[in-house]
């Protein structure tokens, strides 16, 4: 009977919520589904919702939805504000400076609106994500003032391989500049960026890109160098430093994403439950389900509030 309850209540929108036992700002709360105001969820239902499809069957990114990641949600109003925060959505600036386009919240809010993204489309999250954790979080700890005054207004606008220590490619100084020689495989968002961060050891090539069998809309491409210059201003953290920069928060950004996919995937599942019947009943009302439904909500808060944590002791 408790699980009948359970799983009845979760259909009727009911749902265990890990931010009632997580402590959060009131910020960080606003980039989820709060009962008065729910930004993020509605970009990703009513702008990213209905493309999904169509961007998964051309393995190709709608450029409406990179715009709106950008400008704050095309399609439901422009320039959002968060109520009672007094901060705007810049959902490819979260943690960025306020003066230097972006949002200036926590990495808790990145988090989260990349776990929203993730339960309408995980290609459109792995944007967002490797944008924010990676590269905005890399130029925000270790760029110089001048790196960050530089590159982080360009990727707070729209014109802008997972082993991080395998590195091939190679970067040899020559006066005032690094000349950087090899190739970049599996590198995310490459098709449609403007803007590279590259780990070298110590003219660059858009090449093939990939057809993958999941997340089909996020391109992934080899990048070809070929004696590419690039100005010692540029390089960050300093000479040699590189690996120090290969932090946890793109990791935690990667489980934030399938925490968001697996969520998505469930609260597609759940309804199904109640709609197919066998034997004159619906078979989410089987014991037998109830318990495989109960385990996975179990599984999933688990696993959201370890990710809630690690983003939290980053």
């Known amino acids: 009977i408790c699980k009948f309850k359970f799983a009845t209540a979760y259909y009727r929108g009911l749902r265990l919520n890990s931010l009632d036992t997580f402590t959060v700002t009131e910020e960080e709360n606003m980039f989820r589904d709060s009962d008065h105001i729910c930004l993020v969820k509605r970009f990703a239902v009513d702008v990213v919702g209905p493309k999904v499809r169509e961007m998964d069957e051309k393995e190709s990114m709608d450029p409406t939805i990179i715009q709106g990641l950008f400008e704050q949600g095309v399609g439901i109003q422009t320039r959002l504000f968060l109520k009672h925060a007094n901060i705007t959505l810049q959902l490819m600036g979260i943690e960025t400076s306020v003066e230097h386009g972006g949002a200036k919240a926590s990495f808790v809010s990145a988090i989260i609106a990349i776990e929203e993204l993730a339960k309408i489309d995980p290609s459109v999250s792995v944007m967002c994500d490797v944008h924010n954790t990676l590269v905005n979080t890399i130029l925000c700890t270790y760029g110089t003032k001048e790196q960050q005054d530089k590159w982080l207004p360009l990727l707070s606008e729209s014109k802008l391989g997972s082993d991080a220590f395998a590195l091939q490619t190679r970067a040899k100084k020559d006066g005032d500049h690094w000349v950087i020689n090899g190739s970049k495989m599996w590198v995310t968002n490459s098709h449609e960026a403007e803007i590279f961060l590259v780990f070298t050891n ?79 009943q619906p078979i989410g009302t089987f014991q037998g389900m109830q318990f495989q439904i109960a385990r996975a909500a179990v599984e999933l808060e688990a696993a959201r509030l370890l990710t809630y944590k690690a983003a939290r002791r980053k």
């Open 202 to 280: 110590m003219g660059m090539q858009i090449a093939k890109k990939e057809e993958k069998l999941g997340i089909r809309a996020s391109s992934t491409c080899t990048l070809n160098f070929d004696d590419l210059r690039v100005p010692t201003e540029n390089i960050i953290g300093g000479e040699g430093k590189g690996y120090k920069l290969t932090s946890a928060a793109g990791r935690i950004g990667i489980a934030a994403q399938m925490l968001g996919l697996a969520q998505g995937a469930f609260d597609k599942a759940i309804p199904y439950t109640y709609q197919r019947t066998q034997f004159g």
